[in-house]
């Protein structure tokens, strides 16, 4: 038995038994040969890059079992609740989940799509999913556009709290990242670009 968790562009998302499988499903407008390679690549790279956020104490899935054939990631289920859900109850979970991204940059990962749905706060821990987007970057720019996403999520996302819960969550990036000053200048930049191009 197995139970849907969601599709997205790039992948279909299940609950089978105690574990999640996330399987890269094929793209018909691109040529075979490339579509295989192109998704194995992000499988492995995906699971990698779980693996060495785990390493260094960022809360995600583990990874289980990598399936080239299937071009499928094993993982292990989070029982919870998505940040979007819960943080503006809880506010102080916006530290947090600056907190650990921070750690993630401090790994030279950019997330690609930082927003309150790709975290689940299960078991008092917030653990950030779904790198299908992510890629290793030691560039202060990526890492400030990752930033300028989760601005923009908190936004869009909890307009009522906004400026509260990204002071906060910038707070807690500053304790997760040695290199935080640097990455929150640079954010300031990109924001203003984003302003210039309306």
Not at 22 to 49: C, F, G, H, N, W
Not at 139 to 164: F, N, P, Q
């Amino acid at each position: 038995m197995f139970m849907m968790l969601g599709q997205g562009a790039e992948a279909i998302i299940r609950k089978v038994g105690d574990s999640v499988v996330k399987e890269r499903v094929q793209k018909e407008y691109r040529l075979p040969v490339i579509d295989e390679k192109l998704r194995a690549r992000r499988t492995r790279s995906e699971a990698k890059m779980l693996e060495k956020l785990a390493k260094a104490g960022v809360p995600v899935p583990k990874v289980l079992s990598v399936d080239d054939e299937r071009m499928a990631l094993g993982l292990s289920f989070l029982d919870g609740q998505k940040l979007r859900d819960v943080l503006e109850s809880s506010p102080s979970l916006a530290f947090e989940f600056g907190k650990i991204v921070g750690k993630m940059h401090a790994e030279d990962i950019v997330h690609g799509d930082l927003t309150t749905s790709n975290v689940i706060h299960s078991g008092n821990v917030l653990h950030l999913i779904d790198f299908g987007l992510s890629f290793v970057s030691a560039k202060v720019e990526d890492k400030a556009v990752d930033l300028h996403v989760l601005d923009r999520a908190l936004e869009s996302t909890h307009y009522g709290k906004y400026a509260e819960l990204l002071a906060s969550a910038f707070d807690g990036y500053r304790a997760g990242n040695p290199n935080a000053s640097v990455v929150l200048e640079r954010l300031e930049v990109v924001r203003k670009r984003g302003r210039n191009k309306k």
